[in-house]
């Protein structure tokens, strides 16, 4: 639920004013980027995306009638947005998951702490078809409900439910391939 000083934000900036249109994004600017981010792997692009996003946020933000929370319509802008743009991106060889993965050898292995496991897991992720990596980095990473997400990609609660279960087990398949080699 918004707070009463998000609405009247909210209001202002529907309104065009320039100072509540800059508190929103402050206030969203870098959980935006970081989601875009999970999502794309890289700096750059998470940077323009972002910028794009809350261009389109603003200039569709008369259209938002406070059906859902702001934070959910934000999101739905740019998990579209980002998911129109990996489906345009053309693959490249070189920015590609598989390869920053790391070595599987017993020995290292034991050297990958918490924070390198953690990598690699996003890493997995990023190797997902683009709709089921939304949907786990909005659940598993942004700690969105499932009716959040269901909103944000305009489909049922169960098809979310489904399509994160089929990711879990994709992801467990990659960490099992990738730790008995």
């Known amino acids: 639920m918004e707070d009463n000083g998000e609405v009247q934000l909210i209001e202002a900036?529907?309104?065009?004013?320039?100072?509540?249109?800059?508190?929103?994004?402050?206030?969203?600017?870098?959980?935006v980027f970081t989601f875009i981010y999970?999502?794309?792997?890289?700096?750059?692009?998470?940077?323009?995306?972002?910028?794009?996003?809350?261009?389109?946020v603003f200039t569709k933000i008369s259209g938002f009638n406070g059906q859902s929370t702001f934070r959910t319509w934000l999101y739905k802008i740019a998990t579209n947005h980002t998911l129109n743009f990996l489906t345009r991106r053309p693959p490249r060889a070189s920015d590609h998951p598989l390869d920053r993965l790391p070595d599987a050898t017993p020995s290292s292995l034991e050297k990958i702490e918490k924070a390198d496991l953690r990598a690699f897991v996003r890493q997995a992720v990023e190797c997902l078809p683009e709709r089921q990596r939304a949907i786990v980095t909005l659940r598993a990473f942004e700690e969105m409900r499932y009716a959040e997400i269901a909103e944000i990609l305009g489909c049922s609660i169960g098809n979310c439910k489904s399509a994160y279960h089929n990711a879990m087990i994709k992801l467990r398949e990659k960490v099992k391939h990738e730790t008995s080699l």
């Open 13 to 31: 900036a529907q309104k065009g004013e320039r100072e509540a249109i800059g508190a929103l994004i402050e206030r969203y600017q870098r959980e």
């Open 38 to 56: 999970k999502m794309t792997g890289n700096i750059e692009e998470s940077k323009d995306l972002t910028q794009e996003v809350f261009i389109k």
